[in-house]
């Protein structure tokens, strides 16, 4: 299995409250991503990375910022949060994004929960 | 519409069965596609990629048509360990990837 952890894995937290979430891999690739799963949709991308300090926006960016300050680590923060972002989150990794090596890896996910 | 649509099922097929899911997705400059599986509260994990040709992995295969915008996968002998939930995806472009929201598998003894 990929190198990818997630942090917390579960999180409750109110309305207006800001969260972080951490995802963690040790397995050097350089893009990253933040997903959300909710019931009857498939995953969406929220933000990902392509490099240290590269980011850009996915299809459900809104109330998302994310940071990546070393290859290893992709935060997402929720800045203020909602209860439409109660949700399931997902991390994913790849090597590339073309050929062979465009496999995406996912993490454990995070359940977060917004009262 | 979604970009990418499934059936949601679920598939409720005895042991053995052969079963096949469809997949139809809106972007005709979609370039690869995928066949993942998710496992209950789990993450999705690859199972296999879709190639025009059509393409075999054991029990499992997966054909794709471009003119129709229309992938497919079929198992065979279905056993119990394959019931879950399996994600239709397309790469549109660059790096990123659009899911279908999953068809529901149930594989009963």
């Known amino acids: 299995d990929a190198g990818i952890t997630q942090s917390p894995r579960h999180k409750v937290t109110e309305t207006g409250t800001p969260v972080t979430l951490r995802c963690h891999q040790t397995?050097?690739?350089?893009?990253m991503y933040w997903y959300r799963q909710d019931p009857g949709h498939g995953l969406r991308l929220i933000h990902y990375s392509y490099g240290v300090k590269d980011t850009d926006k996915g299809e459900v960016s809104d109330g998302y910022s994310v940071s990546r300050s070393k290859t290893e680590d992709f935060l997402l923060t929720l800045e203020s949060a909602t209860s439409s972002q109660t949700s399931v989150y997902f991390c994913?990794?790849?090597?590339?994004?073309?050929?062979?090596?465009?496999?995406?890896?996912f993490g454990p996910g995070t359940r977060l929960t917004v009262l | 519409r979604k970009e990418v649509e499934q059936d949601p099922g679920p598939f409720n097929v005895p042991e053995g069965a052969t079963v096949a899911f469809n997949c139809t997705y809106s972007n005709s400059a979609s370039q690869s596609f995928f066949w993942y599986r998710q496992d209950c509260r789990k993450e999705p994990k690859l199972l296999m990629s879709?190639?025009?040709s059509g393409n075999e992995d054991g029990r499992f295969t997966a054909q794709l048509n471009r003119a129709s915008q229309y992938i497919s996968l079929l198992i065979r002998d279905s056993k119990l360990s394959d019931s879950a939930t399996y994600l239709c995806?397309?790469?549109?472009?660059?790096?990123?990837?659009?899911f279908g929201a999953g068809t529901i598998l149930r594989v009963k003894s």
């Open positions: 397995e050097n690739h350089r893009y």
């Open positions: 879709v190639y025009s």
């Open positions: 995806v397309v790469r549109k472009n660059g790096n990123k990837l659009v």
């Open positions: 994913a990794i790849s090597e590339s994004v073309a050929g062979e090596n465009n496999e995406q890896f």
